[in-house]
């Protein structure tokens, strides 16, 4: 199981699927730290915050032995200036598409996972400056738990 790449697989779908996403920042979804260059703003990014933690086994032969994981990402969208009106309907839109949601996937190995969103707040840094140029960001932090299942 590699549950960062699972979540990151939700997360782009359900983005790229809200309206109130893309009418902020259309195709500018990026599962990165930093909107990649040449890409347009306003853009929504996301990424793993924090190391994620397996469940509980001390000692794993491999990937196979990980039966759950629980990850924190951040999804934050970003535009330029000095207002956060950009991308208001965009932070909401993320709210809607992943707080609260339970998915279930299935990997490329054909395992079965159970996957649960939790909004545990929202992200520091509202407002970026880098030389002369500002930027305002709105963003939430999401506990991720990711459970293999048998169906």
Do not use: W
Not at 105 to 120: L, M, P
Not at 135 to 147: C, E, H, N, Q, S
Request: with cysteine.
């Amino acid at each position: 199981m590699i549950g960062s790449l699972i979540v990151e697989e939700i997360i782009n779908r359900e983005l790229k699927a809200s309206e109130d996403v893309v009418a902020d920042v259309g195709d500018s979804i990026h599962a990165a730290h930093v909107v990649p260059p040449g890409e347009p703003l306003p853009a929504v990014l996301f990424y793993m915050a924090a190391t994620s933690q397996y469940d509980g086994a001390t000692e794993l032969a491999g990937p196979d032995d990980i039966n759950a994981e629980t990850l924190q990402f951040d999804v934050v969208s970003m535009c330029k200036g000095r207002s956060h009106t950009p991308i208001r309907r965009a932070f909401r839109g993320q709210l809607a598409a992943l707080s609260g949601r339970e998915f279930y996937e299935v990997d490329e190995d054909g395992r079965h996972y159970q996957v649960t969103f939790t909004a545990r707040g929202e992200t520091p840094l509202t407002t970026r400056v880098t030389g002369d140029e500002f930027m305002k960001a709105l963003g939430t932090r999401y506990d991720i738990v990711v459970i293999r299942s048998e169906v």
